[in-house]
């Protein structure tokens, strides 16, 4: 059984730092793809970034380029999505999403992803 835990939301004032963390479980040996996607409300839901488990392979939406970066660890099966200089538009339900395989056709694509957690809520507010 595959599950997905995603933790590290709250608030933060623009220009501060978060670092979700995503606990993984179930997953095949490979370890699949990983990726964070957000919604803030009355907006689909976003891809920010994803990751490959071995061989290590990372992608970046728009919005989380050269401000977010997404890595993981092995050894504790978690995956991480740092951010920094946050923004109130980065303000979310931020996701973590998980898929069995290491080869998808968009790793952008919500649809593209089989598992999801329950989602942690991030602030960015003065």
């Known amino acids: 059984q595959v599950k997905l835990v995603e933790s590290g939301g709250g608030s933060v004032r623009p220009g501060g730092s978060l670092r979700l963390s995503c606990a993984v479980s179930?997953?095949?040996?490979?370890?699949?793809?990983i990726a964070w996607f957000r919604q803030s409300p009355g907006k689909e839901r976003e891809f920010v970034a994803a990751?490959?488990?071995?061989?290590?392979?990372?992608w970046y939406g728009d919005s989380a380029k050269g401000r977010f970066t997404i890595s993981r660890d092995n050894a504790k099966n978690a995956v991480y999505l740092q951010m920094n200089d946050l923004k109130s538009e980065d303000t979310a339900i931020y996701y973590c999403?998980?898929?069995?395989?290491?080869?998808?056709?968009?790793?952008?694509?919500?649809?593209?992803?089989?598992?999801w957690g329950q989602g942690t809520q991030v602030t960015v507010s003065a």
């Open positions: 179930g997953l095949t040996d490979s370890g699949g793809t």
């Open positions: 999403g998980g898929d069995s395989v290491i080869y998808l056709v968009d790793y952008g694509l919500e649809s593209s992803y089989d598992y």
């Open positions: 990751t490959t488990w071995r061989p290590t392979r990372t």
